[in-house]
């Protein structure tokens, strides 16, 4: 191999090299651009794009600007009026730090600088093409504040072109990341045109009321009509935003905003925590949607990790870890039923297909399970389901003469389809899906009994026994402890022979043999590991499932009053155990939409 000496690079390869690793497309153009500009405490920017991006970005603020003289050390490597020392490093309160963005940017596209510095009254402008060692600075026009132009980006980077989409995905990575940042600060008013088209107008905005009209804007207005708005302050940090309702899950995590003063940031730690907060009211495969900021002292995390800044260090990962579980779990607790977050002030008519139940899932019905022996294979379920005479004291169906008096859920009217409980409200009416609801009960009790290790059993009079396979009679044996702890307990008696002594108390007479099968089934699909400790809340769900009233019979109205009263009482009792809704609610405005009265 014949021998290269060493050499210094020029200043223009040494800026391409470093754009390769912040500028992969005009939206990270965007980014660096719009985060300069929110560091320079811009209360209003204006974004133009032509071409996707490829041919121009135009972004103006009106932030404190560049002093003239600073004019080309703004676009010098390394320049930056951000940081001065190690220590501002260790506590940086800017979006941008490195002094990278604007020399990387002019060594791959054509850049015109142009700002007026807020205590000048002339504007100055520089061009640059990543080339040049001088810079000629000209007088220009412009307001208090900064214009940004990049033309043509990679033009002179055609390894870089080769991979820029079509002007239509160009452009709506842009208007993803505009939006993303716009959640980011509402204090800033944003305006997107593209190809002189307007895409997105937000006025800055300071209530709260405002905060979620731009929300709406930005997301749509079905997701800030389904998320609880939190705020939580400990340990010096903050959290606030909003976390829509389980039952406004995705099937994509393309709705999870999380942003460290002021930063986006996608961290491991983080959707760990939030997926540790969902784990109960969330199933598996479903992602939660929210928006939530998290603030704390700028030491306590360390943001030159990566140098497009999306992942962070904290210095007491645990700390923040288990601050976001609990302000999320707490958060997702409080939204009983009854008193989930109801918008007084801008209540939209309910839709009438939001009336219509899910489509039905694996866990829907018992008898689409495809181990609902219990149900269909037994007579005996259908009487021994006074499950609900065991819930806690019955209400008297009489309304009061005070409708302040009136439970949330207000009182039980009709058991339609032997599926949904009709009840007149204060304010309306609701439909509870009884089984979604009653499982939910029943598992919020079997967890909280199961944490105080003190779910009650009832032994049988007679020990029912069953024959399983050789494989469930093993399952049933690992977990006989984990089983008694729950209030089951399961004897092997033979190699395929299990004997069940004792239930939950609460479950009252049940179909044990049919109960131990699906649950045996449950078991069977997840695998039992050594760790089916680590597996109890699953296995609990499963119980509360498996036991949860079939909604096959006609409820009486003591029955459905008692459902009622016990759902005003349990967190989370606003969703099943798979996230989806146990209740929805027309008010009298609702059903007078409905019919058009009062217009
Ligand atoms: P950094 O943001 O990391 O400091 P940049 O290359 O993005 O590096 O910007 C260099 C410097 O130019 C900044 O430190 C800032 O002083 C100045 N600057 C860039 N954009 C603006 C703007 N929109 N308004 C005011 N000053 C700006
Ligand atoms: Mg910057």
Same mark, same amino acid.
């Given at each position: 191999?014949?021998?290269?000496?060493?050499?210094?690079?020029?200043?223009?390869?040494?800026?391409?090299?470093?754009?390769?690793?912040?500028?992969?497309?005009?939206?990270?153009?965007?980014?660096?651009?719009?985060?300069?500009?929110?560091?320079?405490?811009?209360?209003?920017?204006?974004?133009?794009?032509?071409?996707?991006?490829?041919?121009?970005?135009?972004?103006?603020?009106?932030?404190?600007?560049?002093?003239?003289?600073?004019?080309?050390?703004?676009?010098?490597?390394?320049?930056?009026?951000?940081?001065?020392?190690?220590?501002?490093?260790?506590?940086?309160?800017?979006?941008?730090?490195?002094?990278?963005?604007?020399?990387?940017?002019?060594?791959?596209?054509?850049?015109?600088?142009?700002?007026?510095?807020?205590?000048?009254?002339?504007?100055?402008?520089?061009?640059?093409?990543?080339?040049?060692?001088?810079?000629?600075?000209?007088?220009?026009?412009?307001?208090?504040?900064?214009?940004?132009?990049?033309?043509?980006?990679?033009?002179?980077?055609?390894?870089?072109?080769?991979?820029?989409?079509?002007?239509?995905?160009?452009?709506?990575?842009?208007?993803?990341?505009?939006?993303?940042?716009?959640?980011?600060?509402?204090?800033?008013?944003?305006?997107?045109?593209?190809?002189?088209?307007?895409?997105?107008?937000?006025?800055?905005?300071?209530?709260?009321?405002?905060?979620?009209?731009?929300?709406?804007?930005?997301?749509?207005?079905?997701?800030?009509?389904?998320?609880?708005?939190?705020?939580?302050?400990?340990?010096?940090?903050?959290?606030?935003?909003?976390?829509?309702?389980?039952?406004?899950?995705?099937?994509?995590?393309?709705?999870?905003?999380?942003?460290?003063?002021?930063?986006?940031?996608?961290?491991?730690?983080?959707?760990?925590?939030?997926?540790?907060?969902?784990?109960?009211?969330?199933?598996?495969?479903?992602?939660?949607?929210?928006?939530?900021?998290?603030?704390?002292?700028?030491?306590?995390?360390?943001?030159?990790?990566?140098?497009?800044?999306?992942?962070?260090?904290?210095?007491?990962?645990?700390?923040?870890?288990?601050?976001?579980?609990?302000?999320?779990?707490?958060?997702?607790?409080?939204?009983?039923?009854?008193?989930?977050?109801?918008?007084?002030?801008?209540? #939209?008519? @309910?839709?009438?297909? !939001? =009336? $219509?139940? +899910?489509?039905?899932?694996?866990?829907? *019905?018992? %008898?689409?399970?495809?181990?609902?022996?219990?149900?269909?294979?037994?007579?005996?379920?259908?009487?021994?389901?006074?499950?609900?005479?065991?819930?806690?004291?019955?209400?008297?169906?009489?309304?009061?003469?005070?409708?302040?008096?009136?439970?949330?859920?207000?009182?039980?009217?009709?058991?339609?389809?032997?599926?949904?409980?009709?009840?007149?409200?204060?304010?309306?009416?609701?439909?509870?899906?009884?089984?979604?609801?009653?499982?939910?009960?029943?598992?919020?009790?079997?967890?909280?009994?199961?944490?105080?290790?003190?779910?009650?059993?009832? #032994?049988? @009079?007679?020990?029912? !026994? =069953? $024959?399983? +396979?050789?494989?469930?009679?093993?399952? *049933?044996? %690992?977990?006989?402890?984990?089983?008694?702890?729950?209030?089951?307990?399961?004897?092997?008696?033979?190699?395929?022979?299990?004997?069940?002594?004792?239930?939950?108390?609460?479950?009252?007479?049940?179909?044990?043999?049919?109960?131990?099968?699906?649950?045996?089934?449950?078991?069977?699909?997840?695998?039992?590991?050594?760790?089916?400790?680590?597996?109890?809340?699953?296995?609990?769900?499963?119980?509360?499932?498996?036991?949860?009233?079939?909604?096959?019979?006609?409820?009486?109205?003591?029955?459905?009053?008692?459902?009622?009263?016990?759902?005003?009482?349990?967190?989370?009792?606003?969703?099943?155990?798979?996230?989806?809704?146990?209740?929805?609610?027309?008010?009298? %405005?609702?059903?007078?939409?409905?019919?058009?009265?009062?217009?």
């Amino acid at each position: 191999m014949s021998r290269s000496r060493i050499h210094s690079l020029p200043p223009q390869l040494i800026n391409q090299i470093a754009a390769g690793e912040v500028i992969e497309r005009p939206a990270s153009v965007i980014k660096e651009l719009l985060e300069n500009s929110f560091d320079a405490g811009a209360t209003q920017v204006q974004l133009d794009i032509e071409h996707g991006g490829m041919r121009l970005l135009r972004i103006r603020d009106d932030g404190i600007g560049i002093v003239k003289d600073d004019l080309p050390l703004a676009l010098s490597r390394h320049a930056t009026s951000k940081i001065a020392s190690l220590d501002d490093l260790s506590r940086i309160a800017t979006l941008g730090f490195r002094g990278e963005a604007l020399p990387s940017i002019s060594a791959c596209a054509r850049l015109r600088l142009t700002s007026r510095a807020i205590e000048s009254d002339s504007a100055w402008c520089i061009d640059a093409d990543g080339t040049e060692c001088d810079y000629t600075v000209q007088p220009a026009s412009h307001p208090p504040g900064t214009t940004v132009e990049v033309r043509d980006l990679f033009y002179n980077v055609p390894a870089r072109r080769k991979f820029l989409k079509s002007e239509k995905t160009e452009f709506a990575h842009i208007d993803a990341l505009v939006r993303r940042l716009a959640l980011s600060r509402f204090e800033t008013g944003f305006a997107l045109r593209h190809n002189q088209r307007e895409v997105l107008r937000l006025p800055p905005t300071t209530s709260l009321r405002d905060q979620e009209q731009r929300i709406a804007k930005l997301l749509g207005q079905t997701f800030i009509d389904q998320a609880l708005h939190l705020a939580f302050a400990a340990a010096q940090m903050t959290l606030s935003g909003w976390v829509a309702l389980p039952t406004y899950s995705r099937a994509q995590p393309d709705m999870q905003f999380f942003y460290i003063n002021g930063r986006f940031i996608r961290d491991k730690l983080i959707v760990h925590a939030v997926k540790q907060a969902f784990r109960d009211v969330l199933y598996q495969d479903r992602h939660p949607a929210f928006i939530l900021y998290l603030t704390l002292d700028p030491t306590m995390v360390d943001v030159n990790a990566h140098p497009t800044k999306m992942e962070v260090r904290f210095r007491d990962s645990r700390l923040v870890h288990d601050f976001l579980t609990q302000a999320l779990g707490d958060t997702l607790a409080h939204a009983r039923a009854g008193r989930v977050a109801h918008r007084e002030d801008v209540a #939209p008519p @309910l839709p009438i297909s !939001s =009336l $219509t139940p +899910s489509s039905p899932s694996k866990h829907d *019905a018992p %008898q689409s399970s495809g181990h609902g022996q219990a149900s269909s294979a037994t007579p005996r379920v259908a009487e021994t389901m006074p499950i609900y005479a065991q819930l806690s004291g019955v209400a008297r169906p009489t309304l009061p003469a005070n409708p302040h008096d009136m439970p949330s859920l207000g009182y039980a009217i009709a058991h339609l389809h032997q599926t949904y409980i009709l009840a007149e409200t204060a304010r309306g009416i609701v439909l509870v899906d009884a089984h979604a609801a009653h499982e939910r009960i029943l598992y919020e009790r079997l967890k909280q009994q199961s944490a105080k290790r003190a779910v009650p059993r009832q #032994p049988l @009079l007679v020990p029912e !026994s =069953l $024959t399983v +396979s050789l494989a469930d009679a093993d399952l *049933a044996e %690992q977990a006989r402890e984990t089983l008694l702890e729950m209030g089951m307990e399961i004897d092997r008696v033979g190699p395929e022979t299990l004997l069940i002594r004792a239930l939950p108390a609460w479950l009252g007479a049940v179909d044990a043999a049919g109960l131990l099968r699906d649950i045996l089934a449950d078991l069977r699909e997840h695998g039992v590991s050594a760790r089916l400790a680590a597996q109890r809340e699953e296995l609990l769900a499963s119980i509360a499932c498996h036991a949860a009233v079939r909604t096959r019979r006609k409820l009486t109205v003591e029955e459905m009053n008692a459902l009622l009263r016990e759902m005003e009482k349990t967190a989370r009792s606003g969703q099943c155990n798979h996230g989806r809704p146990t209740w929805v609610e027309l008010t009298r %405005q609702d059903l007078d939409r409905f019919f058009l009265r009062g217009r």
